[in-house]
């Protein structure tokens, strides 16, 4: 091949072989080309057909297993051919160049991401632990926050920040985490055992909030919703399997 295009795709020594930059770019193209001809054959084959094929999704995993979990199943269910590989992102950089079909993004603060499609949005609330309430007292209004400890899921993507709807305006309120967590389980549990106030999705927190394991903080303050987005790969075409919706509702 390299007597071919006249180039050194490999720089080779006794110790391991690598692509030089040339390498690099033709193995680039042949995966995009190749790509290109899967999502020619599979769109001809499925023209009178189901759906069918894989789906490579890239999931940021601090909401994955109890947000977006659902809806996969749902999805997958109204199209038994598709296959799902589903591998986790710890951080919006990784999803640069990644082999994933899809990837499944979340924004806090109203930013759309570029090239990517709105799914959809999740209400926010902040919970404590009725133990940590009665120890620490009830936040009043906003500012109280700062003597309290709050616990923050983050992404690697934001400052420590949670955003409130004041007067159908954005507010922008700074926290100083007494935690910092990329799981969302391991939040819960930490607001759960009384360890400060968390800001989470509601849907989460209703079961607890229901059975007076979890109470809410400034509930007279709503908190900006949730945004779900999803992104197509830059590496790969978007094919007919991969236009069909992914959040089903149910």
Request: net charge neutral.
């Amino acid at each position: 091949l390299e007597k071919h295009l006249g180039v050194k795709l490999l720089e080779r020594t006794t110790q391991s072989v690598a692509l030089t930059s040339a390498g690099s770019i033709y193995l680039d193209r042949c995966r995009n080309l190749l790509g290109m001809m899967d999502s020619l054959e599979s769109d001809i084959a499925q023209v009178d057909s189901q759906i069918e094929g894989v789906i490579k999704l890239g999931l940021l995993k601090y909401y994955s297993s109890k947000i977006i979990a659902p809806a996969l199943t749902g999805f997958v269910k109204d199209h038994p051919r598709i296959r799902l590989d589903i591998s986790d992102l710890d951080a919006y950089s990784k999803t640069i160049g990644i082999e994933s079909d899809l990837v499944i993004l979340t924004s806090d603060d109203n930013r759309k991401i570029r090239g990517a499609q709105l799914l959809g949005s999740l209400p926010m609330t902040l919970v404590a632990s009725p133990d940590y309430i009665a120890t620490r007292g009830q936040p009043k209004q906003l500012e109280d926050l700062n003597t309290h400890a709050c616990l923050n899921l983050s992404s690697n993507l934001n400052r420590p920040v949670w955003y409130f709807i004041e007067n159908n305006t954005l507010t922008e309120f700074s926290i100083n985490p007494h935690l910092t967590s990329h799981d969302c389980d391991i939040l819960l549990e930490a607001v759960l055992g009384g360890l400060g106030i968390a800001c989470i999705p509601k849907k989460l927190a209703q079961a607890h909030l229901d059975a007076a394991r979890l109470v809410p903080v400034l509930p007279q303050l709503p908190l900006n919703p949730l945004s779900i987005y999803m992104l197509h790969s830059s590496r790969k075409p978007v094919t007919h399997k991969t236009q069909t919706p992914i959040v089903t509702g149910k």
